[in-house]
Every structure is written in C-alpha cells, then in structure tokens.
Nanobody
Framework: QVQLVESGGGLVQAGGSLRLSCAVS????????MGWFRQAPGKEREFVGA??????RYAESVKGRFTISRDIAKNTVYLQLNSLKPEDTAVYYC?????????????????????WGQGTQVTVSS
C-alpha cells in the first residue's frame, strides 16, 4: 500500500518561502506521476504542479514561483514555494497518479490521482 505524508507547512508573511515535503512509502511504479494540489477554504481542490520522469507541469498561477523536486534516495518529493501571496493560503496535498508504462500524460485533474496524503496547511499573511 502506498502512503504519502506531507510536512513543512506553516505561517509565513507575504513574499516569504516555504518548502513542503512529501515522504512516499510503499511500492510505486516507474512511470507514476507525482502531483501537488491545494484547497483553500470554500474552494475546490486545484492543481498546483506535477511531474513524471523528467517532465514537470505547473499551474499558471504558480509558474515561476513554485518548484517541484525530488530526492530519490529519500523517496521524498518537495514543493518549494517562493514569493508567497495571501491567495496561496490553502491545505497542500501530494498525490500519485498510477500510470501504465506507455502513458505520457501529466493530469491536472485530481480525480485521476490514486493516492493522497493528509495535507499540510500553508497560511500566508499580508
């Protein structure tokens, strides 16, 4: 069973930075996509970014400010959040989309993802 555990959230002032971590345990596929999503109060969960292999895709609202990286040895994926804005306030989730070997997609749809972490709160004050 795949498990995802996020950490690193907190309270930060506008313009500040945070780094979120997602520790992955269990067996994952070599072609799986790893995504980050967020959900603000009263809003639907939205796509932040995802990668599969060497390909990364970001939402327009975070492009140039957020960066996804991974440490294979630690089986951990990171989301670096820079130049944070109050509108970035949300619970951030990491998720895995199990993909067959022949797939080349990176989906922005949360319904496509199969495993989810519990989320970590990011609050940006103005």
């Amino acid at each position: 069973q795949v498990q995802l555990v996020e950490s690193g959230g907190g309270l930060v002032q506008a313009g500040g930075s945070l780094r979120l971590s997602c520790a992955v345990s269990g067996r994952t596929g070599s072609n799986d996509a790893m995504g980050w999503f967020r959900q603000a109060p009263g809003k639907e969960r939205e796509f932040v970014g995802a990668f599969r292999g060497t390909i990364t895709r970001y939402a327009e609202s975070v492009k140039g400010r957020f960066t996804i990286s991974r440490d294979i040895a630690k089986n951990t994926v990171y989301l670096q959040l820079n130049s944070l804005k109050p509108e970035d306030t949300a619970v951030y989730y990491c998720a895995i989309d199990r993909l067959p070997y022949y797939s080349d997609s990176i989906s922005p749809k949360d319904s496509e993802y199969d495993y989810w972490g519990q989320g970590t709160q990011v609050t940006v004050s103005s």
